[in-house]
T-cell receptor, first 116, second 109 residues
Framework: DSGVTQTPKHLITATGQRVTLRCSPR?????VYWYQQSLDQGLQFLIQ???????AKGNILERFSAQQFPDLHSELNLSSLELGDSALYFC???????????????FGEGSRLTVL | DAKTTQPPSMDCAEGRAANLPCNHS???????VYWYRQIHSQGPQYIIH???NNETNEMASLIITEDRKSSTLILPHATLRDTAVYYC??????????FGTGTRLQVFP
């Protein structure tokens, strides 16, 4: 158990819909990272937050948005869903902020999104 | 831009040492090398990291060359449960932590 909690574990929805994925980081961790992993693909970095502020962005689509709340949990919002958005979405947390040494990342078990 | 290069796949017999190489020729002086692995569709798991010196923990050993342009992750006695994709990662200064395609290690009986 990494200490990072992601909900829901599984989600099935239709094209055009909107979903919200939730992540609770480990106690004390200020950084939250979101990754997307499509079937048999690598991990794609989406976005990182540190203590409520956006710190880095990857190839995140405009239809996707995220935020980190004062209690440090984070939500990833996916809208106007397409078939290609079907993937595993991982959240990770760490204590450190800087890129020089991010420290160890602790990953959740992921949220599996299926868009039909 | 990929900062690390790893072979796409490797095989290893159970009980033998698995040596997974990683090239990072553009590494900067204060940049750490991190290794993670992902078993099937589980969340990636941290293994080990290092800066200059060789490191060892209960999971693996990390050997970093003197010029720091490459490193090797060593699983001393591979088991079937070590079958996974292994990622060698260098954190960017922009707070991104980019995973490449990694090495798919297959441990066979």
């Amino acid at each position: 158990d990494s200490g990072v909690t992601q909900t829901p574990k599984h989600l099935i929805t239709a094209t055009g819909q909107r979903v919200t994925l939730r992540c609770s980081p480990r106690s004390g961790d200020l950084s939250v990272y979101w990754y997307q992993q499509s079937l048999d693909q690598g991990l794609q970095f989406l976005i990182q937050y540190y203590n409520g502020e956006e710190r880095a962005k990857g190839n995140i689509l405009e239809r996707f948005s995220a935020q980190q709340f004062p209690d440090l949990h984070s939500e990833l919002n996916l809208s106007s869903l397409e078939l290609g958005d079907s993937a595993l979405y991982f959240c990770a947390s760490s204590v450190a902020r800087t890129g020089i040494d991010t420290g160890e990342l602790f990953f959740g078990e992921g949220s599996r999104l299926t868009v039909l | 831009d990929a900062k690390t290069t790893q072979p796409p796949s490797m095989d290893c017999a159970e009980g033998r040492a698995a040596n997974l190489p990683c090239n990072h020729s553009t590494i900067s002086g204060n940049e750490y090398v991190y290794w993670y692995r992902q078993i099937h569709s589980q969340g990636p798991q941290y293994i080990i990291h290092g800066l200059k010196n060789n490191e060892t923990n209960e999971m693996a050993s990390l050997i970093i060359t003197e010029d720091r342009k490459s490193s090797t992750l060593i699983l001393p006695h591979a088991t079937l449960r070590d079958t996974a994709v292994y990622y060698c990662i260098l954190p960017y200064n922009t707070d991104k932590l980019i995973f490449g395609t990694g090495t798919r290690l297959q441990v066979f009986p």
